[in-house]
């Protein structure tokens, strides 16, 4: 196995792992002793709940998913391929996927947060070889 195959299956576990607290967290199946509990999706929220990000960090979250959907739209006219707009799809559920996951993981602060910065590049790394294998067309 390459290592561009082990890193899009890291990446896959981590996806649904994040849904699947997601799924649980959304049917209310646990009881919410963390701030900020449940509040369910409205107009006012819906960038917060998505990305996990709260404070204005979400406008910001929005502003970098939109600027980038541009910047893949005008590289896939200049390029004439297509597989920017995978790469693009991939990185943003990813990303969503592990702002989600590094919430749920920093409820009750249990995990110290270097240890979580850590994580995140570590997976920055399992991240860019997933995108360099994309890219490659290895694996």
Not at 46 to 66: K, T
Not at 68 to 94: D, E, N, R
């Given at each position: ?20 607290i997601n799924v649980v ?38 502003l970098g998913v939109g ?16 597989s920017p707009i995978g ?53």
């Amino acid at each position: 196995m390459t290592f561009y195959r082990t890193a899009v299956w890291i990446c896959i576990a981590i996806i649904v792992f994040t849904l699947a607290i997601n799924v649980v967290n959304s049917m209310e199946a646990f009881p919410t002793d963390y701030e900020g509990g449940t509040t369910g999706i409205t107009s006012e929220n819906a960038l917060e709940q998505i990305s996990g990000l709260e404070g204005g960090m979400e406008g910001i979250w929005a502003l970098g998913v939109g600027l980038g959907a541009i910047g893949v739209v005008a590289l896939v006219f200049v390029s004439k391929q297509i597989s920017p707009i995978g790469i693009y799809i991939f990185s943003t559920v990813f990303w969503t996927s592990w702002l989600r996951m590094f919430a749920v993981l920093n409820i009750g602060e249990y995990i110290p947060a270097e240890l979580l910065l850590l994580f995140t590049v570590g997976v920055l790394f399992i991240f860019i070889a997933a995108v360099i294998g994309m890219l490659t067309g290895s694996g």
